[in-house]
């Protein structure tokens, strides 16, 4: 019997790492002990452990994965002993391997032998629940089934990891069977989470679809006198939704129902699906917004607006979730597009800061936030942190009216120029001196950096 440890890496991370669950009930099955943890805990880091399994996500994560692995190597005999895999081992196993030593394992864990020995893949083995059944960890949404029918997508994005981590599109397994054994194993639970990259796709859906609805998941369903949800957590492809595919999703407890605008090819595919959910009676949507991409700010900005002015038309709530484009081989986040300005992506995270994250439908919120226009919405992204984050605040104060007038002064090349500039300063050590550097534009640097020295976000 081993004693083995799982950690998942503290990044943030909503849902929790179904491959580790499903390892855990590997090794369950072979009689050994198992532990499971978030991060960097010194107490498990002063145990001896046969295994450590260390999961990863996102490539921008992978040094707090490297940190984490090199934090548990002196708690196994071997490097091979430390075990990692996942989303961003899979797309840089070269980074991990270039800066810890451990044993990498790349792709989904659908081959047998994977781990060691054993005859069957680790991803037909149930997740086990128990592990994450804690008050200590704080996964969302609680007491669901999470499930997985598809594998793939029939998509080739240039945006996407998933033709590279699942490149073919394949039927895995039927829900209702799913469900059934977490039931047996761990009894009931309230919602339903489904993580397919394109359930829409499938030839499968209409018995996907009486799946959910056999498994106590139809339209209205409630348990312990609480509605049921069934999220397909992904978001459905609009491109895929027609009336039939719309009818067949209002006869489950959809909420909410989660798309995507990622750019302007596929705006009228998804007006026309929002149309056709609302007329079966949908309300409440989520779309993913992506910037940062082939788009530029102001293509952005009509992005984000558009989904206003349907809620409005529709009588419907539509909140967005702008979504920063990053490479998938990119560790640091920083990318900025040849569209965009690092300090345009800068002022989206502060907008962002302040909404905590969401587009509102309200327009007067919206107008408020993002501007009544695309040349509002850009010369709020160019103003100070503080003036974003703080608008009332400063608006009050007539700091942030001085900013303008300074701004509104300078000519589109200037601006131009300007924006290059605080992209400038911003990667500079020595700001002081990077600013005098820049003479012209120092009454309005002194907005960013009052007396050269950048100002902490309120």
């Known amino acids: 019997m081993s004693n083995v440890l799982l950690v998942e890496p503290n990044y943030r991370s909503k849902f929790p790492p179904l491959g580790l669950l499903r390892i855990a009930s590997y090794h369950k099955a072979c009689g050994d002990t198992v532990t499971f943890s978030r991060g960097c805990d010194p107490t ?16 921008y994560e992978l040094p707090r994965t490297v940190r984490t692995i090199k934090y548990y190597r ?95 599109f394949s039927y895995l397994q039927p829900l209702r069977k799913q469900v059934q054994e977490v039931d047996r194993a761990f009894g009931e639970r309230q919602n339903l989470v489904l993580l397919d990259n394109n359930i829409l796709a499938c030839e499968n859906l209409p018995k996907i679809v009486a799946d959910i609805n056999r498994s106590g998941f139809e339209h209205g369903a409630h348990r312990n006198a609480r509605r049921r949800t069934v999220d397909f957590n992904q978001g459905i492809d609009a491109r895929l939704i027609t009336k039939h595919v719309a009818a067949l999703l209002s006869t ?80 640091t986040r920083r990318h900025v597009s040849a569209a965009w300005k690092w300090r345009y992506l800068r002022g989206m995270q502060c907008i962002l800061l302040a909404t905590h994250g969401l587009v509102s439908p309200r327009l007067e919120f919206f107008d408020g936030a993002f501007g009544a226009t695309d040349g509002e919405f850009l010369e709020i992204l160019s103003m100070p942190d503080r003036y974003i984050i703080q608008r009332t605040k400063y608006r009050e104060s007539g700091a942030a009216a001085d900013w303008r007038r300074s701004f509104r002064r300078l ?48």
């Not at 500039?421 to 003479?439: E, F, G, P």
């Open 411 to 458: 000519s589109a090349s200037s601006r131009a120029e300007f924006l290059e500039v605080l992209a400038v300063v911003n990667r500079s050590r020595d700001k002081k001196t990077t600013i005098k550097q820049h003479r012209r534009f120092s009454s309005l640097l002194e907005h960013y950096y009052p007396g050269g020295k950048p100002v902490p976000c309120e």
């Open 74 to 168: 002196p708690s196994v005999e071997m490097d091979e002993d430390i075990v990692v895999g996942g989303v961003g081992a899979t797309l840089m196993p070269g980074y991990i391997r270039q800066n810890a030593a451990c044993r990498i394992i790349t792709g989904p864990l659908t081959r047998a032998r994977t781990l060691d020995s054993e005859p069957r893949p680790i991803a037909k083995y149930l997740p086990d629940y128990s592990i994450i059944d804690d008050d200590r960890w704080t996964y969302q949404p609680r007491e669901s089934y999470f499930c997985r029918v598809t594998t793939g997508c029939i998509r080739r994005c240039g945006f996407c990891a998933v033709p590279v981590l699942e490149p073919k």
């Open 44 to 59: 498990l880091r002063s145990l001896k452990w046969h295994k450590v399994y260390v999961s990863s996500l996102f490539t």
């Open 252 to 331: 489950v407890s959809l909420f909410p129902v989660r798309l995507a605008l990622d750019h302007t090819a596929v705006e009228n595919a998804y007006v026309r699906a929002v149309r056709l959910m609302a007329d079966f009676g949908f309300r409440t949507f989520t779309t993913y917004i992506m910037f940062n991409y082939s788009d530029d700010p102001t293509d952005f900005y009509h992005r984000m607006k558009l989904n206003v002015l349907l809620s409005n038309e529709l009588g419907i709530r539509i909140s967005g979730f702008p979504m920063k484009y990053v490479p998938i081989h990119d560790i």
